[in-house]
């Protein structure tokens, strides 16, 4: 790894991983060891203010996540790969972000016999003081387009041209119900490499 690589590194991942001397800010502290990051994003409130991160890692058979929120409400909330990186729509509940990343046209619900979809995932907990912190893997997922994920059931290129968001839902995903899981509504959106993000932190050149 270069210099440049290293400074851009740095100055990206410079809230998430505390690169600089000044003090790291706590939300982020220790979400991922840099060397991971193979992509970072902002999680917004309906409102703008930002309220978490996301650092991504790239792996042979999937993705790996690690979310780290604030300010949710306390208990169990569902947390999916939604179609288009756009979360300039908070207050509108976020439906820029789009419907969930489906390309085999499953069901919803990783319990679910016809699913599940490749947005899917396990809930996320949230503590009584509104904090949540997690890792995810998604199989059937990659970050970046390739020969592979253009095959036939390749894995799904999240960054694609319009990107993708995360999404977090207002409670729990209960993986069965069509089509969200009776998660209710949109509380917290990362976008990633999307039109309308401006906030895309991916690293590879
Ligand atoms: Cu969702």
């Not at 969930?100 to 949230?126: F, Q, T, W």
Request: charged share 20%; net charge negative.
């Amino acid at each position: 790894m270069g210099i440049g690589r290293l400074t851009l590194l740095c100055i990206t991942l410079a809230a998430v991983a505390g690169c600089s001397s000044e003090a790291p800010a706590p939300l982020l502290e220790n979400l991922a060891p840099a060397d991971w990051a193979d992509a970072a994003g902002r999680f917004r409130s309906p409102t703008g203010e930002e309220i978490g991160h996301v650092v991504l890692t790239d792996g042979p058979n999937g993705v790996l996540l690690r979310v780290d929120l604030k300010e949710l409400t306390p208990g169990w909330h569902a947390i999916h790969l939604h179609q288009t990186g756009d979360c300039s729509d908070g207050l509108a509940g976020f439906k820029a972000s789009g419907s969930h990343i489906d390309p085999d046209d499953r069901s919803h619900g990783l319990l679910n016999s016809d699913g599940a979809e490749r947005a899917d995932l396990p809930n996320l907990y949230a503590g009584a003081d509104g904090r949540a912190t997690a890792e995810f893997f998604q199989s059937g997922v990659a970050l970046y387009p390739s020969e592979e994920s253009a095959a036939e059931n390749g894995p799904y290129p999240l960054l694609d041209d319009d990107g993708f968001a995360l999404i977090i839902h207002e409670s729990h995903d209960n993986h069965m119900d069509q089509p969200i899981g009776n998660a209710g509504g949109r509380v917290a959106c990362a976008a990633l490499g999307g039109p309308a993000d401006g906030e895309q932190t991916s690293l590879k050149d």
